[in-house]
């Protein structure tokens, strides 16, 4: 989509010229035959809260759209907001495309969304609190024991262990789809280290320049808050001894990782230093920065690195990108880690079905916002029925994310599903199967002229003393057509999300 | 700040400023080969002397030297490769320098691996050169105007004028290895049209005839570049922005230099205080230089002991190390420093 060229003046929009140039922008849109659309109800007839969007941007003529998008992907290119991919050294950075299209929400909508996503967090939370004490919910039998303890994310080392605030989740991305009758389902919860957030608030800087006046006409919820809230969020976890103001600090794996330069983008939005584990060593079981000063006391880290890498004596003993000792000095209490120790077990995609469990378990609440149906191979019944429909459903590898480890039953050769059946059964722990969830179409740019592609949602959800949900969130859309697959690794790209504060 | 961040700022504007440096070395050799016969072997293989540079690949020629100091990524201190680590650098530290700043390097380096770079350089080459020299110069203007002048800034600044000392220094030194036709062509038009050219690289040329209106070039051209006090690109002016720098750093007034760094800088500051562009030629210009740049390379190597190379143990801030001070002290009486320093 995004034209790398060398010199960012050339950048053309050369090829598309049989589009033709003249027509106004929806003229020709065709929402997709069975998916959802998130601006027309049908062709040419916008959902209402959509209309204060659709109705001056579809004033523009295709010409007029093609400058500014020209504008906008020379604003990325210079601006370098990219990610890396793992080749060779010219081609390291892509830009992750951006369209310009943006994915609104309904006002009235979002409001239902935010309190299932806080009822959700507040439930996870409380079972990773559980979880390293008691074990009531293991104990009452709601969630499977062996189901957890089995968990790669399971880490034993936090049992019996108090986080500040007893919070564990400081920042989730939540990955919600919305299906054909357009109601949103949670397809997972990212309670490790979820990265996108950047986008978002880059995503919106370059919309706003590109389209200065589409805001006026639409009130679009604001997402610049996040950087204050999540700096709020880490003071407000801080240890008790901790100076005043406390010193944070994020802990990179280092510019080679591919979510480098959203590390960069927040440490610069929050004012805070950027580390690796280089730049930190453990002494008398507090933590330290190395500084041309001498060492400086860390009190709050948020942490960008896998559990596996935080600390060699603990964890995986070759990783390079930690600290030693960094976890004595955790369970001292003399530094807090963001997110936590041990929370991908909350996220792990077979603990998922239980979700909705633990939300009456801990809450005595119905969720507000429902999960995807889900056949848990571990257990039999539905392992065999994942066996006998593996060319319905998608299946996931528990422990995956960034869409690896998938196999999309409907679209996958017998030899892939054969392979995958092979898998399942070797180690069923391992896998999930789920029907295939059309997702929400929303008009995106293409070779073809507007057209629809598929879309998810992951709304950032904040916490520390309090809570709070980023109104809007990261919009992925699939490129090409007919994709499901929206991660970003997979070739996906990204919409500015719009909560419409006058939509009905 | 974090010593590793310390560190790319550091070389982010070292690498810059070496990339100008590059581009002025070769338009000067370019502007002497305009006016002058000098034989083949001569013309431009005294630049790769200068840059250190004993293997490269094929004839010295002049597209071959040109290209391989400009283009070729084998060779890290070719422009490219500096543009290259300059950048790198800067995304390293993405949070520490401006956006300004980031957006500008990246344009420019998007822009050095653009058809439009290499058609430039093919079409125009002085143009060419001019347009690397303002890529460091607009750089330095926008971290000027939008960064804190805070320790970050020193670093830049640091490193900006210790390659800039450097360099002046190496380009000084090409008048020796650009070899007169016979020894009577001293001061001929031919010597003077050396210089010029030379003081015309480091764009010393008018501000040379305003501070020694009437001074033929020759011996007093050098003696501009090394120890005029207030031309910009002369080596003391260098070295004492870098004194200043390194004391904003470390907090200490001028006449306690306090730690190594500001140690070694202090020792080459004051020689050039005590010695007269006379002792250069008696040593022989080249000698000299070379030993001058030899002791840039120390304050380097001290700079990063200093500051880049903190070991985990070190006491807080709040307490500067009293026993290694003290221990330093010993050795600069018992003259262990001034040993170091003249070798």
């Not at chain 1, 054909?180 to 986008?199: A, H, I, K, M, Q």
């Not at chain 1, 603990?351 to 009456?360: A, G, S």
């Not at chain 2, 400009?70 to 520490?96: C, G, H, K, M």
């Not at chain 2, 500051?269 to 840039?296: K, P, Y």
Request: hydrophobic share 40%; glycine share 6%; charged share 20%.
């Amino acid at each position: 989509m995004v034209r790398h060229s060398g010199q960012p003046e050339t950048v053309t929009t050369a090829g598309e010229r049989q589009i033709g140039l003249d027509g106004r922008l929806f003229a020709n849109y065709q929402p997709h035959a069975t998916a959802w659309d998130e601006l027309f109800l049908a062709p040419g007839r916008p959902h209402d809260h959509c209309r204060p969007l659709v109705d001056p941007l579809g004033q523009l003529l295709v010409e007029e759209f093609q400058q500014r998008r020209a504008s906008a992907d020379l604003a990325f290119v210079n601006q370098g907001i990219t990610f890396s991919v793992y080749a060779d050294r010219r081609g390291v950075e892509k830009i992750f495309p951006f369209d310009l299209i943006p994915r609104p929400v309904a006002g009235t909508e979002w409001k239902v969304l935010e309190l299932g996503l806080l009822q959700r967090i507040q439930a996870l939370n409380l079972f990773l609190h559980d979880l390293y004490h008691e074990q009531r919910i293991l104990k009452e039998g709601v969630i499977p024991e062996g189901l957890v303890v089995r968990s790669k994310a399971y880490r034993p080392e936090m049992i019996g262990f108090n986080p500040p605030g007893r919070q564990y989740l400081h920042v989730v991305g939540t990955d919600l789809v919305r299906d054909t009758n357009g109601r949103f389902l949670v397809l997972e919860d990212n309670g490790r280290t979820p990265s996108g957030v950047s986008y978002v608030l880059e995503n919106r800087m370059v919309m706003k320049k590109v389209f200065p006046q589409l805001f006026q006409h639409c009130r679009v919820r604001r997402v610049e808050d996040y950087p204050h809230r999540l700096r709020e969020a880490l003071c407000s976890v801080a240890p008790a001894a901790a100076g005043d103001p406390p010193c944070l600090v994020l802990l990179s794996p280092g510019p080679y990782n591919s979510a480098y330069f959203e590390h960069s983008f927040l440490a610069r939005h929050l004012g805070i230093e950027l580390v690796l584990g280089q730049d930190l060593f453990v002494d008398d079981d507090k933590v330290f920065l190395k500084t041309t000063h001498g060492p400086q006391r860390v009190d709050v880290i948020y942490r960008r690195i896998d559990d596996d890498f935080l600390d060699p004596k603990v964890f995986r003993s070759d990783s390079l990108l930690g600290v030693p000792d960094l976890i004595r000095a955790y369970r001292a209490g003399n530094v807090t880690l963001a997110n936590a120790v041990g929370t991908g077990v909350a996220d792990d995609k077979a603990i998922y079905p239980f979700v909705e469990d633990m939300i009456r378990f801990y809450l005595s609440e119905e969720a507000i916002l429902k999960n995807v149906p889900t056949y848990i191979c571990a257990r039999p019944d539905d392992r065999a029925y994942v066996l006998d429909h593996l060319d319905q459903l998608v299946v996931k590898a528990v422990n995956e994310s960034g869409g690896y480890g998938m196999l999309m039953g409907p679209f996958a050769s017998a030899q892939e599903r054969a392979e995958f059946s092979e898998k399942i059964q070797a180690n069923p722990r391992n896998y999930i199967g789920q029907p295939i969830v059309t997702l929400s179409a929303c008009p995106t740019w293409t070779e073809e002229g507007l057209a629809p592609r598929h879309v998810d949602l992951r709304p950032y959800i904040v916490s520390g003393k309090s809570v709070w949900v980023l109104p809007g969130g990261l919009t992925r859309t699939a490129l090409v057509k007919g994709s499901l697959v929206v991660n970003s690794s997979q070739g996906g790209g990204s919409k500015d999300t719009w909560v419409m504060e006058n939509g009905r | 700040m974090i010593s590793r961040v310390a560190e790319h700022c550091f070389w982010m504007s070292r690498y810059l400023e070496r990339a100008e440096n590059t581009a002025r070395v070769l338009e000067v050799n370019q502007t002497l080969l305009l006016d002058f016969e000098v034989p083949l072997e001569q013309q431009w293989k005294p630049l790769l002397i200068i840059s250190g540079i004993h293997d490269m690949p094929g004839e010295p020629d002049a597209e071959t030297v040109q290209n391989y100091l400009t283009w070729e990524t084998a060779n890290p201190s070719s422009i490219a490769s500096s543009l290259q680590s300059a950048r790198e650098n800067a995304r390293i530290i993405r949070e520490v320098i401006s956006a300004d700043m980031w957006e500008r390097l990246n344009y420019y380096y998007l822009w050095m691996h653009s058809p439009a770079a290499s058609n430039l350089y093919q079409r125009n080459r002085s143009e060419f050169y001019n347009q690397i020299k303002r890529i460091n110069q607009l750089i330095h203007g926008i971290s000027e105007g939008t960064m804190a002048h805070g320790e970050a800034w020193e670093f830049f600044m640091l490193g900006r004028y210790l390659e800039r000392a450097c360099q002046t220094a190496r380009i000084l030194d090409v008048k020796y290895h650009i070899l007169l036709p016979t020894p009577e062509h001293i001061g001929t038009p031919v010597d003077n049209a050396h210089w010029v050219a030379i003081l015309t690289s480091c764009s010393g040329y008018e501000p040379y005839h305003k501070q020694r209106p009437g001074a033929d070039p020759g011996v007093a051209v050098a003696d501009f570049l090394i120890f005029d006090p207030i031309f910009p690109r002369s080596v003391r002016h260098c070295l004492r922005t870098c004194q200043a720098a390194a004391h904003a750093i470390s907090g200490r007034p001028l006449s306690q230099p306090g730690n190594e760094a500001g140690r070694t800088l202090q020792e080459l500051v004051g020689w050039l205080q005590l010695v007269h562009i006379e002792d250069f030629i008696r040593a022989g210009l080249h000698e000299a230089l070379t030993s001058v740049i030899n002791r840039i390379h120390a304050i380097g190597d001290a700079i990063r002991r200093t500051y880049f190379d903190v070991g985990p143990h070190l006491p807080p801030a709040a307490c500067p190390p009293p026993a290694s001070e003290s221990q330093d002290l010993e050795k600069a009486a018992t003259g262990q420093y001034q040993t170091q320093s003249a070798s």
